[in-house]
């Protein structure tokens, strides 16, 4: 008979999970929630914390934790980096160094060819990745191809991962995945511990890593193949169902 791997961290992605998405108001209740756990685990190291994994650039990230009282890292811009709030630290992941130059030219064929021609634009604040937006947000779905044709030869040097509601241009090789794996390390917390609660392809890679995976009910196709429980709620509501599924309320 199998036996769930007992729970020590709660890695949360943020739009579509924590929150609805981009300008949308926070689930302020959800928030306190959260808190609260994170609150209950320092005083009760039986109890698990709570963190975020997200594609949002490092600032953003730094305030969530803040709503949620977290003091254990944060995964930011899908992997590229480690925030640490115990000793206010922002750290690259390793991979990332090696492709910094290489990522530039990225930028630059991307801005010529969709933001300068206004098809798309960046979301602000990122340092190591980039996020496309459509001007016209029916015409998502067309940014993987454009951007591909923009370009050209580069498109073998990046990964192209569709999230809730943008493009995501990673440099090849670094994924949630792989941030993830660095949060392990950094906090000596296995992953097998770890319940991961995702929505989009971007999260696929650390939803493959944890021990056990959940997804709010407005979670994608493949993400709700790929977890162990799927809430009937969607974001915010389908977070606390998930904890309760899990027992994980304080």
Known sequence: MKTDPVIRLVVLDIDGVVSQGEAQPLNLGLLALLAEMNRSARSRPE???????SGRPAPYVEV?????DGHLPAVYENGAGLYSPRDYQFTSHPHVASLADGFQSVRDRLQEGLVATGKAYFQPGKVHSLSLFALTPVRTRELRGLAQQALGP??????????????????????????VAL???TIQVPMSNMLGVGDSDVDLPFLARVGLRAAPANANHAVRQSVDYLSAHPNGDGVREILQHFGLLP
């Not at 109890?47 to 994994?53: E, G, H, K, M, N």
């Not at 969530?64 to 949620?68: E, F, G, H, Y």
């Open 64 to 68: 969530l934790l803040q709503a949620i």
């Open 47 to 53: 109890r698990p914390a709570v963190t975020l994994c």
């Open 183 to 185: 949060l392990s390390e």
């Open 154 to 179: 580069l498109a073998d040097t990046v990964d192209l991962v569709y999230s809730t509601s943008c493009l995501d241009v990673l440099p090849r090789g670094i994924d949630k995945g792989m941030g």
